[in-house]
């Protein structure tokens, strides 16, 4: 991994250079918008993403509601997982930031001292993309899009190399899909029994007239239909 950071003829380093070089053509303002929006907008937006859906499917009440926010609910801590799997990699691959071995960068964001593979927001998007497209289709293709346009500034800030990224993306998959099975049998017992709480099953179904009664219990309405016919 160093000798391909330290050659400026290999694609990923020549694609850092072509994507970076957008960077010294654009307004002051845009390099201050993307700066913004691949440290911290996007990371904001996927977690509203993921509360959208959420409130999509609460609302919808679908018969298999527990399990899709099982599924969301594992998202965000396949997420957390990659991050901590990502913790050893990169102690180990020790591949520096690209802006420390090659001259003529733009660099948007300063003070980035760690290693640079793989890289954390690649790997948290792309983790929580997969995790919502597992829940819900449309929302997760919208995350994985959020995700994909996460990796683009991370190489245009000028702080990560392409490779960063596809690892960051690759790791993130990775670890929802391989453990999802194990995750999704241990947290839609959990969603279950929330649903069926009288005070938490608004959280996974929202409640509907009639819905939460014991079976023959009379309504509200029935009670006083009955007391005026007496």
Not at 101 to 122: E, I, N, P
Not at 139 to 159: D, H, P, Q, S, T
Not at 174 to 199: C, F, Y
Request: charged share 20%.
């Amino acid at each position: 991994m160093a000798v391909l950071a330290e050659s400026g003829s290999n694609p990923d380093v020549d694609l850092l250079y072509d994507i970076n070089g957008l960077a010294k053509d654009a307004p002051h303002w845009f390099d201050r918008t993307m700066e913004f929006v691949g440290e911290y907008g996007l990371l904001v937006a996927m977690v509203l993403l993921v509360v959208c859906c959420w409130w999509s499917v609460r609302r919808r009440g679908d018969e298999d509601a527990a399990g899709t926010v099982a599924a969301l609910v594992w998202a965000p801590l396949a997420a957390a997982i990659a991050v901590l799997v990502n913790v050893p990699i990169r102690g180990f691959v020790e591949r520096p930031r690209p802006f420390l071995t090659h001259q003529g960068l733009d660099v948007l964001v300063s003070g980035k001292t760690d290693y640079s593979f793989v890289s954390d927001h690649a790997t948290i998007t792309m983790a929580l993309g997969v995790g919502l497209f597992v829940a819900h289709r449309r929302f997760g293709l919208a995350g994985i899009g959020l995700a994909l346009l996460e990796g683009f500034c991370r190489v245009y800030m000028g702080v990560h190399y392409p490779t960063d990224v596809v690892g960051g993306f690759a790791l993130g998959t990775a670890v929802v899909l391989l453990l999802s099975p194990l995750a999704t049998a241990l947290l839609t017992p959990v969603t279950k029994a929330v649903e069926g709480s009288a005070r938490l099953g608004w959280i996974v179904r929202r409640r509907s007239a009639g819905v939460g009664l014991v079976p023959g219990a009379r309504t509200p309405f029935e009670s006083e239909e009955r007391d005026l016919a007496a």
